[in-house]
């Protein structure tokens, strides 16, 4: 049974920095790509960032490029999402995902990935 239990979430001003992390669990976790998406109150999920099995290649949304950085550590089984800079247009509920295929190429579709963990809120006051 694949679980993803993220955490790191919280309240930071704008311009400062969280570090999210996901613990995963229950599948073959260097075999899969894995992303980050978030949600914001009254708007649809949207891709952050997404990083191959092997870390070797990475993924960004525009709006975080450059001030978003996704890593794994594939001998402990988590992804992090390091975000500085940060704006009030970042506040979110921040999901941890694992993608459907190990064929993953960099898609932002909700549907190429089918596992989700419970989300960590992030917040950030102007």
């Known amino acids: 049974q694949v679980q993803l239990v993220e955490s790191g979430g919280g309240l930071v001003q704008a311009g400062g920095s969280l570090r999210l992390s996901c613990a995963a669990s229950?599948?073959?976790?260097?075999?899969?790509?894995m992303g980050w998406f978030r949600q914001a109150p009254g708007k649809g999920r949207e891709f952050v960032a997404a990083?191959?099995?092997?870390?070797?290649?990475?993924y960004y949304a525009d709006s975080v490029k450059g001030r978003f950085t996704i890593s794994r550590d594939n001998a402990k089984n988590t992804v992090h999402l390091q975000m500085n800079s940060l704006k009030p247009e970042d506040t979110a509920v921040y999901y941890c995902?694992?993608?459907?295929?190990?064929?993953?190429?960099?898609?932002?579709?909700?549907?190429?990935?089918?596992?989700w963990g419970q989300g960590t809120q992030v917040t950030v006051s102007s």
């Open positions: 990083i191959s099995w092997g870390a070797g290649v990475t």
């Open positions: 229950g599948f073959s976790f260097s075999s899969y790509a």
């Open positions: 995902t694992k993608a459907l295929s190990t064929l993953y190429s960099g898609s932002p579709r909700t549907s190429d990935f089918n596992s």
